[in-house]
């Protein structure tokens, strides 16, 4: 399924931009939602897979992989997905382990980033899609990086991934890690009106590169 998601979002952004008027918001919102599933697939793939490439590249052995929500069995603790593993040895390598995901999400968000802000629109030599539903696929896939990177700043489980590397950092107790939280909050945030300009751009069909932030936090729920 994965690979149908990344193949349907490959032949949406190769679409030339349409002659025809732009198509509704609800034909927009039913579009966005019908994409949701196979990036949520696809999210959780490239989260544990990236926790498995991070744990060969250490030199360790992945002894399984899980793509589906459960609990742990030995710690009764839920999960989206699961990568376990064995051999690899220092807090450095397992903390590198653990955060892995994360710097994959921004680096994909600031790619995402680039071709938002890159220039104007179609024919100008601007990478943003000028199809309207390229633009939709490649929002909807950000705001899939953007929940991945951000779920965690609410997790106060010691065995939630951020939670064990502020652990191994020394920040034991939630007083310790709260200048930490705020940190990682402010950056969800920022990450979270960069994904919201995509949506505005996508919405108001409009070709140019957004100036910047114009939406007051306050009109923003995530």
């Excluded at 897979?49 to 250490?58: F, I, S």
């Excluded at 793509?67 to 390598?93: K, N, S, V």
């Excluded at 979270?192 to 140019?208: C, E, I, K, N, S």
């Amino acid at each position: 399924m994965r690979w149908c998601a990344v193949a349907a979002t490959v032949a949406l952004l190769a679409a030339p931009a349409s002659t025809h008027a732009a198509p509704s918001d609800g034909a927009l919102v039913g579009a966005g939602l019908a994409m949701a599933p196979p990036t949520y697939v696809l999210g959780v793939a490239t989260h544990e897979g990236t926790h498995a490439l991070a744990a060969k590249l250490m030199g360790a052995e992945v002894t399984r992989m899980t793509l589906w929500p459960g609990r742990d069995p030995r710690t009764g603790a839920f999960h989206f997905g699961q990568t376990g593993i064995r051999g690899l040895r220092g807090e450095g390598r397992l903390a590198a382990f653990l955060i892995a995901p994360k710097v994959v999400d921004l680096a994909l968000l600031g790619g995402f980033a680039a071709l938002l802000y890159a220039g104007g629109g179609p024919g100008d030599g601007a990478a943003w899609p000028g199809n309207h539903y390229g633009q939709l696929a490649l929002t909807v896939l950000a705001t899939g990086w953007w929940v991945d990177f951000a779920k965690d700043v609410l997790s106060f489980s010691p065995h939630n991934d951020a939670v064990r590397v502020m652990t191994m950092a020394g920040l034991t107790t939630e007083l310790r890690r709260l200048p930490a939280r705020l940190v990682y909050l402010a950056a969800d945030v920022g990450l979270g009106l960069l994904v919201w300009q995509g949506y505005r751009r996508v919405f108001a069909g409009d070709a140019t590169t957004p100036a910047g932030f114009t939406l007051p936090l306050a009109s923003v729920a995530f």
